[in-house]
């Protein structure tokens, strides 16, 4: 079963940007779906940004124009731009493998947005 380390996150100033990296262990390009997702405490984990294994992007509308889902099926990593940042999107970023019989995520990385 594929594993997913995310790298990246960090403590950033609003406005500034991040760039977040998941590794996944094996193969990705017959991986249906690769995906971020993000928590806060008390909340539930939500979609943030998923790209089909044909490149295809979906975003929520909350990021849009903001973020930038990107998948490397040569490196077997999917990468997240994230620009013009707010503290509103402080919290844990997941990613995340799904097909018709997967459904594996990594263990999270902290983005906090703080002045």
């Known amino acids: 079963q594929v594993q997913l380390v995310e790298s990246g996150g960090g403590l950033v100033q609003p406005g500034g940007r991040l760039r977040l990296s998941c590794a996944a262990s094996?193969?990705?390009?017959?991986?249906?779906?690769m995906a971020w997702y993000r928590q806060d405490p008390g909340n539930q984990r939500d979609l943030v940004a998923s790209?089909?294994?044909?490149?295809?992007?979906n975003y929520a509308d909350s990021i849009k124009g903001r973020f930038t889902i990107s998948r490397d099926n040569a490196r077997n990593t999917v990468d997240l731009e994230m620009n013009s940042l707010q503290v509103e999107d402080t919290a844990i970023y997941f990613c995340?493998?799904?097909?018709?019989?997967?459904?594996?995520w990594g263990q999270g990385t902290q983005v906090t947005v703080s002045s």
């Open positions: 995340n493998a799904r097909g018709a019989e997967m459904n594996v």
């Open positions: 790209v089909t294994n044909l490149g295809i992007p």
């Open positions: 094996t193969n990705i390009d017959s991986i249906l779906y």
